[in-house]
């Protein structure tokens, strides 16, 4: 059974700081890892893919690693902003089922 | 174009009840699953529907259904409700069933009260 961690639960920055979010994974069969962000309240909002195969993906501030084979990734933000406020979720592609299994998120608050 | 739509916003029911919930998927899509997000956690597997047919299921109870309909948008049904089943519902649409490229996109979800 897949199994997602994501490490911290919480975490509080000034504004302008660099940060990373860490997410690790039980089983490394997977078909791809997708960081998502959650507004309070809202649905979820696609930030990267990165397939099973790729080692990073980009996107403006933002850089997502994966490392399959140790079942880790990390997702870091550059020159952080209070509009980055939410909770990040990372979610792994696996099983018969093409099933994302979920962290429990990591909730960011970038203070002004 | 259009991203993924729910209805309704938001629900309020009682024990015992039942409710339907829908979902569109983006246009060309034809893949959609459905996901059950309790306050504080990540969202879980509840359903996969791709090309009509059910090609998924999480580890929930009988008493949550679902089906695709000729035009990809999906219903998903939960029956005898129960306080627990409170939460947000979340639907995500995909191009297909392939494998590293595909890309799940999430609509704003269902928020089902079950007094």
């Known amino acids: 059974k897949q199994e997602v961690t994501q490490i911290p639960a919480a975490l509080s920055v000034p504004e302008g700081e660099n940060l990373v979010l860490n997410c690790s994974f039980t089983?490394?069969?997977?078909?791809?890892l997708q960081w998502f962000r959650q507004d309070p309240g809202k649905g979820l909002t696609s930030l990267l893919l990165?397939?099973?195969?790729?080692r990073e993906q980009t996107s403006g501030r933002l850089n997502a690693s994966l490392d399959k084979s140790s079942g880790r990734s990390t997702l870091y933000i550059a020159a952080s902003q209070p509009g980055d406020s939410a909770t990040y979720l990372c979610?792994?592609?696996?099983?018969?089922?093409?099933?994302?299994?979920f962290g429990s998120g990591t909730q960011l608050t970038v203070l002004p | 174009d259009a991203g993924v739509t729910q209805s309704p916003t938001h629900l309020i029911k009682t024990r015992g009840q039942q409710v339907t919930l829908r979902c569109s998927p983006i246009s060309g899509h034809k893949s959609v699953s459905w996901y059950q997000q309790v306050l504080g956690q990540g969202p879980q597997f509840i359903f996969q529907?791709?090309?009509?047919?059910?090609?998924g299921r999480g580890n929930f109870p009988d008493r949550f259904s679902a089906r695709q309909f000729p035009n990809y948008s999906s219903e998903l049904n939960v029956n005898a409700l129960l306080l627990g089943d409170s939460a947000l519902y979340l639907c995500?649409?995909?191009?297909?069933?392939?494998?590293?490229?595909?890309?799940?996109?999430f609509g704003p979800g269902t928020r089902l009260t079950v007094l």
């Open positions: 990165i397939q099973s195969s790729q």
């Open positions: 089983d490394s069969a997977i078909y791809n």
């Open positions: 995500a649409s995909s191009p297909s069933r392939a494998g590293g490229e595909n890309e799940q996109f």
């Open positions: 979610a792994v592609l696996s099983g018969s089922a093409r099933q994302l299994t």
């Open positions: 529907y791709y090309e009509k047919e059910e090609r």
